[in-house]
């Protein structure tokens, strides 16, 4: 998906961002099946609560409905900005996730709010290919079981370079980053990508395209095996996972990433909170598929909002699918937060296709959607759309 949004599409939310092929997804059953997980049943969750955790009290807040990711566009003016803003208000949309640089959403932010708009600043957050700062030091990035570090060896697109949510260093890092953004004046949160690890296991139907056969965890694409992440295993368990033959059946093992990432997670929500602003984040599809590909337990995470990535033909799905996901999610989360569908347009490329995504998502549990991207809002006959946008 966007400059999360992708091709290779682990969109920013969870990282999106469009490369040159597009993944598919198998039917979640079989996926699951693969590495020996059985997938539970569902249980809507009732409505999430509409409140943000700032230092330990209830601060209520009125959630936009309608959200849609927009990526900054420098050819624009400030008028330009100022009419695409309006025209989203006009269309039904009031929040956007916004990807930019931090000068840019500087200029940016106070125009959408003058339109009506509420804007949160989208970044990168493990996955960060363009950080300079980063790249000045090797041991921050990703080590996979085969001793390669994502430094300089991208698993399956040259833009995968993950640094490590062990380190204290890089949590420094990317917290001083999330705060710049939420100090932005016009800026109502920070919105989360790429935070988690890099894909252990691609779906069926893209493997080939990589020429791979992933019918297990391979060393190469299973991170992170770094000093770090070896030391503190070994503090909590005794064991140097390194010595492991089986470490990718390693329940511990697996739990102790999924920890990892949720542990820099609710340190960010954390920090952000006290500067009384909210924080979300994008992610898969539902918690229990999440921890299978890319070991993001999300449901564990103290955030005020979640927009999961609900494509549906991503893997090999109707639209049906999209309630089903939402219904994972929103069962998963217990009320504790807001989820907001992520719809794919590309999947829907019929205004009466994209209702159906809308009225799946909200009849599932879901408190509103987000469209990737705002580019493509153009193609839809909105007159037939903005009925179904809100809660009637």
């Not at 890092?173 to 920070?190: D, Q, T």
Request: hydrophobic fraction near 35%; charged fraction near 25%.
């Amino acid at each position: 998906m966007k400059k999360g949004g992708r091709t290779h599409l682990f969109i920013r939310f969870g990282g999106h961002k469009p490369h040159k092929q597009k993944h598919q997804f198998m039917e979640k059953r079989d996926f699951l099946k693969t590495l020996g997980i059985t997938a539970t049943g569902v249980a809507i969750a009732g409505k999430a609560n509409a409140w943000s955790l700032f230092s330990n009290r209830k601060v209520y807040h009125t959630w936009p409905e309608v959200w849609c990711w927009m990526e900054y566009n420098q050819k624009l003016t400030d008028e330009d900005w100022k009419a695409s803003f309006e025209k989203l208000r006009q269309m039904g949309f009031e929040g956007v996730l916004f990807h930019s640089d931090i000068t840019s959403l500087a200029r940016v932010a106070p125009i959408a709010v003058s339109a009506g708009i509420e804007l949160h600043s989208w970044m990168w957050t493990l996955n960060r290919p363009d950080d300079a700062e980063a790249k000045q030091h090797p041991d921050w990035y990703v080590v996979s079981r085969k001793g390669e570090s994502c430094f300089d060896h991208h698993p399956y697109v040259d833009y995968y370079q993950w640094v490590c949510p062990s380190k204290e260093e890089v949590f420094r890092h990317v917290e001083e980053e999330a705060l710049s953004r939420v100090e932005v004046a016009g800026v109502s949160g920070v919105h989360l990508d790429y935070v988690r690890y890099p894909d252990v296991i691609l779906p069926k139907a893209l493997q080939p395209n990589y020429g791979l056969v992933q019918d297990h965890e391979m060393p190469e694409y299973d991170f992170c095996y770094c000093e770090t992440c070896r030391e503190k295993f070994k503090t909590r368990t005794g064991i140097d996972i390194i010595s492991d033959n089986h470490a990718d059946l390693n329940e511990q093992w697996r739990q102790y990433r999924y920890d990892s990432v949720t542990h820099f997670v609710n340190r960010l929500a954390r920090a952000v909170h006290k500067r009384r602003k909210l924080i979300t984040a994008a992610v898969f599809p539902y918690p229990e598929l999440a921890r299978t590909i890319c070991r993001q337990s999300w449901n564990n995470w103290d955030l005020d909002a979640f927009f999961p990535m609900t494509y549906q033909k991503f893997y090999e799905e109707d639209i049906s699918w999209i309630g089903k996901a939402a219904s994972y999610g929103a069962r998963d989360l217990q009320g504790k937060a807001k989820l907001f569908s992520g719809l794919y347009i590309p999947d829907l490329p019929t205004s009466g296709e994209l209702v159906q995504g809308i009225q799946q998502a909200r009849s599932n549990g879901a408190s509103g959607i987000a469209i990737f991207e705002s580019g493509g809002l153009k193609d839809y006959s909105w007159d037939q759309v903005q009925p179904f946008l809100k809660k009637r």
